[in-house]
């Protein structure tokens, strides 16, 4: 079956940092496109950033500049770098696989509180 387990959320101060991971397994890592979305209370699920199969790189304009999404497919790892946190980046951080013509899978979250 495909798994994809986030980590590394938390409370943290505006203008801090934290590094979510998120493992996969059930899939052929290295051949899949990747991305982390996140929903604040009361909003709809937004798309935060995106890594193709090759590196290529997509962020939201909220967070480009102050967030970065990396792989490791050594580890069958996607991170996602934010840095320069906002109370308004305080969200559910969801990872998926999204390769084109194949079904999206989701990892079951984890939490980003940011305080003021």
């Known amino acids: 079956q495909v798994q994809l387990v986030e980590s590394g959320g938390g409370l943290v101060q505006a203008g801090g940092s934290l590094r979510l991971s998120c493992a996969a397994s059930g899939i052929i890592f290295s051949l899949n496109n990747m991305g982390w979305h996140r929903q604040a209370p009361g909003k709809q699920r937004e798309l935060v950033a995106h890594?193709?199969?090759?590196?290529?790189?997509n962020y939201a304009d909220s967070v480009k500049g102050r967030f970065t999404i990396s792989r490791d497919n050594a580890k069958n790892t996607v991170y996602l770098q934010m840095n320069s946190l906002k109370p308004e980046d305080t969200a559910v951080y969801y990872c998926?696989?999204?390769?084109?013509?194949?079904?999206?899978?989701w990892g079951q979250g984890t939490q980003v509180t940011v305080s003021a």
């Open positions: 890594i193709t199969s090759s590196g290529i790189t």
């Open positions: 998926n696989r999204n390769t084109p013509g194949h079904r999206e899978y």
